[in-house]
């Protein structure tokens, strides 16, 4: 590893996005690696791993790795560090940075179109709210006005549109 | 006792019993479900590459919970865990917020602060209470033991969501279950995550978390594993028989969810819980209900 290939501001970036913070406060205990369910199945993820390359400013190499798109967002990292850096949502910080560097997996896109075409991520037709009427379950709609506002996105050509409002 | 049923965007569509089962035993413990059709995504989805998007979906759901004036209940782990974050987070940031509320304000909606969330079975404890709902209970199911999974968003960041349960020796599920009579299994493997969460970006690691505990539960002869996240189901379930070939072995670990053992103990019959629905069925529960 040659220093001049860092990126010393990574790290600002990092703690700069909501959840990212609590990364200037590892001490590097290892405490999230030991409990990590995903590290025990994965040895090459390693949450301690990742904070260090993000502290040294390894910024190409983090957000282009494949493993930070692994954790499984179960939490155990955060209830048992010491210092309160909450892997968790500093994972989530570095992902978002992947993601509109355009490092992520292709179901995020899939994800917000799904929501701005459905409004919701599992599609629901006459034939599920049949079923739920066979139960004697109210009925479901689907809504997606709201959403593709918010996401500011579009449903494709001849796909589901507006809703009753 | 009323609450805004957060149904989010799988249970209604495939946890039928998950859901039947839930509205059922609110109705006798008298908590009255309200349902709102606008209510859908919490916006966890999201949260991995798009997290601001994510939290102005986030701060929709609870907008609208304020404007119902009810607090906002939820049947899935995931989304009770990101509501309430969200919850907390934007209560702590009135910069968020105000950024939020200015994308909320095209629809018609404002989120304030003092919104409570929380998983349904926490809210029948905590509203209801043990006690009340012990003495509503009129079958016993003492011949049974149930090995209920917490899973992870039910009990954490405990900084958020604590107060219930200790992450690290949790007990509200198990209080629950010894409600209807049933005995509990806190078996080893009790606190690990069910890999739902990575199912999408690594099958085979997803498997290798949820098959280590159904590998375990498989040897212990339980009645049924126990759930209370439509998530926890998808892998314990529904990738069980998948989880089992891949680890070249066969797995029978019945899997139900927490709201259809309340049931039974409530004195409902397994077709008004939705018991047909369940895949991985406990057949040593349910002959003892056939006549």
């Not at chain 2, 009990?155 to 969501?161: D, F, N, Y």
């Given at each position: ?22 990364i ?20 090459d993820?390693?949450p ?15 957000l ?11 939490y ?14 500093v ?30 991520l599992?599609?629901v ?9 066979d ?13 593709q ?17 | 006792m009323k609450?805004?049923?957060?149904l ?5 569509v ?123 209970m ?51 493997r ?22 280590a ?5 498989n ?42 053992v309340?049931?039974?103990g ?8 939705g ?7 406990p057949?040593?529960?349910?002959a003892?209900?056939?006549?």
């Amino acid at each position: 590893m040659r220093l001049n290939d860092c990126d010393p501001g990574f790290k600002h970036e990092v703690a700069a996005e909501p959840g990212g913070e609590g990364i200037r406060a590892c001490f590097a205990c290892a405490a999230c690696s030991a409990r990590c369910p995903v590290g025990a199945n994965r040895p090459d993820y390693d949450p301690r791993r990742l904070i260090r390359l993000t502290l040294l400013g390894r910024r190409d190499e983090v957000l282009s790795s494949p493993l930070i798109w692994l954790c499984s967002s179960c939490y155990t990292c955060g209830e048992v560090c010491p210092q309160q850096v909450r892997f968790t949502e500093v994972l989530t910080a570095i992902k978002n940075i992947a993601a509109r560097e355009g490092h992520a997996p292709p179901s995020a896109k899939i994800t917000a179109e799904l929501l701005a075409k459905q409004g919701r991520l599992l599609e629901v037709t006459d034939f599920e709210n049949d079923k739920r009427a066979d139960l004697g379950l109210p009925p479901v709609e689907q809504r997606p006005g709201d959403f593709q506002a918010i996401l500011g996105l579009k449903p494709a050509e001849g796909e589901a549109g507006e809703e009753p409002r | 006792m009323k609450a805004l049923l957060f149904l989010g965007c799988t249970v209604p569509v495939r946890n039928l019993n998950y859901e039947l089962s839930a509205r059922k035993v609110c109705e006798i413990l008298g908590v009255e479900l309200v349902d709102d059709q606008a209510l859908a995504c919490c916006g966890y989805p999201l949260k991995g590459t798009d997290q601001a998007h994510a939290l102005t979906i986030a701060a929709r759901a609870l907008a609208q919970a304020r404007a119902h004036g009810l607090p906002l209940v939820a049947l899935c782990s995931a989304c009770a865990g990101t509501l309430a974050e969200a919850e907390h987070h934007l209560a702590h940031h009135p910069e968020e917020a105000a950024r939020v509320n200015a994308e909320l304000a095209p629809l018609g909606l404002e989120y304030a602060p003092g919104v409570r969330v929380t998983h349904l079975v926490r809210y029948l404890l905590e509203e209801v209470g043990l006690e009340a709902i012990k003495a509503k209970m009129t079958r016993d199911l003492g011949e049974f033991t149930f090995a209920p999974h917490y899973g992870c968003h039910y009990l954490k960041p405990a900084e958020i969501i604590g107060g219930l349960d200790d992450p690290e020796a949790p007990t509200s599920m198990g209080r629950l279950i010894e409600a209807t009579g049933a005995k509990v299994d806190n078996y080893p493997r009790l606190k690990d995550c069910c890999g739902g969460g990575v199912l999408g970006a690594d099958e085979d690691l997803a498997g290798s978390l949820a098959g280590a505990k159904l590998a375990e539960l498989n040897a212990r002869e339980v009645t049924a594993m126990v759930l209370v996240c439509p998530f926890c189901n998808v892998m314990y379930e529904g990738q069980q028989k998948a989880i089992a070939k891949r680890m070249d072995t066969k797995f029978k670990v019945p899997v139900v969810y927490l709201t259809q053992v309340l049931g039974l103990g409530l004195g409902l019959e397994p077709d008004e819980l939705g018991f047909k629905l369940n895949r991985a069925k406990p057949k040593e529960l349910l002959a003892a209900f056939k006549e």
